[in-house]
C-alpha cells in the first residue's frame, strides 16, 4: 500500500512539473494538475495540502534530481578547487540537457512559501543545503590545499554563491532587457559573474596551482581537457572560427584564472593574435610573496588544452611572455595546416 501510494504521489508530481512548465506556477491550478494527472482533485489533496505545498514538493525533487547530476560531477574531482568548478559546470549542464525541468525551477525560483513549516518547504530547503554543504566541503577542501582565502565562511559563502549563480541563470526580465541594451551574451554575463565568484574566494588561480604541483601529482592532460569540455559542453560555447575561440577563450580564462586585460591585434576565421597585458597569475605571486614557478609550462599545457578542445583544427602558441620577461604575452591561435599533428606544440 504504502508503495502504491508512493507511485500515485510521484505521479501527480510529474504531472504538477508539466503543467508549471506550460502555465507557469501563477496561472497553474489544482483542477490543472488533476486533470493533467487523470485523477480526482480530492486525491490530490490528500497528498499536499495546498498548490504552494505541492509546488514546493516539485521544488524538492527537481532540487535531488540537480543535486545527483552535481554530485557525480564532484565525485569525480580530486581538489577542492575543481570541485567548485564542477558543482558550476553541473548545474549548468542539467539546466541545458533537461530545459523543461529548468523551466519548472526558474518558475518556482521566485515562488513565495506561505507556511514555512511545511513538510514540503522543509524538504525543499534540506535539497537546497544539502548542495550547500557539498559546496562548503569542497572550500574546506580548498582551504587546507592552500587554494582558498583562510578568511572565508565556507556556509555562508556557499549561500552567497549558489543564489548569485542561481540569478545568472534565472534572469529576470530587467537582466534581459540591460543585457540587451548593452549587447552583452548571457554566456558572456555568466563568466563575468563566475570568474567574479571565483576570484573573490581563491587565492591562486588552477593554473598556478596545478604547476605548484609536483610533477607525479599533476593532472593528466585527459583530466584538464575533461574539465575544459565540461565547461563548453555546460556553456554552449561557440568555437567554429578563430574569432570564436577568441570570445569562448576569454570566458574560460576569467572563469579559470581570472580577469585578463588583453589587446586583440588581428582577428580573422584563420588567426587571432593577442597580447595579454594583465596576468593573475603573476599577480597572485605578488600577492603571497611567492617565488617563480614554471608559469610558462602551466600556461602553454593549458591553452594548448583550451583551444583544442574547443576546435582541434586550431592551435595556440605564445611568441612573447611576460613570465621570461617580456612587456606582455603575445598569444596566438591560427588555423594547422592540412595534416599537422594535433599534439603539436
Not at 101 to 120: A, Q, Y
Not at 181 to 203: D, F
Not at 254 to 267: K, M, P, Q, S, V
Not at 301 to 329: H, I, R, S, W
Request: charged letters at 30%.
Amino acid at each position: 500500500m504504502e508503495i502504491k501510494k508512493e507511485k500515485k504521489k510521484n505521479f501527480i508530481l510529474d504531472a504538477a512539473e508539466r503543467v508549471i512548465a506550460e502555465r507557469g506556477f501563477r496561472l497553474m491550478t489544482m483542477d490543472h494538475v488533476a486533470k493533467e494527472a487523470d485523477v480526482a482533485k480530492g486525491t490530490i489533496y490528500l497528498y499536499f495540502k495546498n498548490k504552494n505545498s505541492l509546488c514546493a514538493a516539485v521544488n524538492a525533487k527537481l532540487n535531488r534530481e540537480m543535486n545527483k547530476v552535481v554530485k557525480e560531477k564532484v565525485d569525480l574531482c580530486k581538489t577542492g578547487s575543481e570541485k567548485i568548478v564542477a558543482s558550476g559546470t553541473g548545474v549548468i549542464d542539467f539546466s541545458l540537457k533537461n530545459p523543461q525541468k529548468w523551466n519548472v525551477i526558474t518558475e518556482l525560483h521566485r515562488m513565495k512559501f506561505e507556511d514555512p513549516t511545511d513538510p514540503n518547504v522543509l524538504k525543499f530547503l534540506q535539497e537546497v543545503n544539502n548542495m550547500v554543504q557539498m559546496m562548503a566541503e569542497a572550500y574546506r577542501q580548498g582551504m587546507d590545499e592552500g587554494t582558498i582565502r583562510k578568511d572565508m565562511d565556507p556556509v555562508a559563502t556557499s549561500i552567497f554563491n549558489r543564489m548569485a549563480f542561481s540569478n545568472v541563470l534565472n534572469l529576470t526580465k530587467e537582466q534581459e532587457m540591460l543585457l540587451e541594451l548593452n549587447n552583452i551574451s548571457q554566456e558572456h554575463y555568466l563568466g563575468i559573474a563566475w570568474g567574479l565568484m571565483n576570484r573573490s574566494t581563491h587565492i591562486k588561480p588552477s593554473i598556478r596551482e596545478e604547476s605548484e604541483k609536483p610533477v607525479e601529482n599533476r593532472r593528466s592532460a585527459a583530466e584538464i581537457r575533461k574539465e575544459i569540455k565540461d565547461m563548453i559542453d555546460s556553456m554552449g560555447l561557440k568555437a567554429e572560427d578563430a574569432m570564436e575561440i577568441l570570445d569562448s577563450w576569454e570566458i574560460l580564462t576569467r572563469i579559470l584564472i581570472g580577469n585578463c586585460e588583453y589587446e586583440t591585434l588581428e582577428a580573422n576565421e584563420d588567426k587571432v593574435v593577442v597580447h595579454l597585458k594583465n596576468c593573475p597569475i603573476m599577480d597572485s605571486l605578488k600577492e603571497t610573496g611567492s617565488p617563480g614557478i614554471k608559469l610558462f609550462e602551466g600556461c602553454s599545457e593549458y591553452g594548448k588544452a583550451l583551444v583544442e578542445t574547443l576546435n582541434p583544427k586550431y592551435a595556440q602558441k605564445f611568441t612573447k611572455t611576460m613570465c621570461k620577461g617580456d612587456p606582455y604575452c603575445e598569444i596566438v591561435v591560427e588555423l594547422r595546416d592540412e595534416g599537422e599533428n594535433h599534439g603539436s606544440n
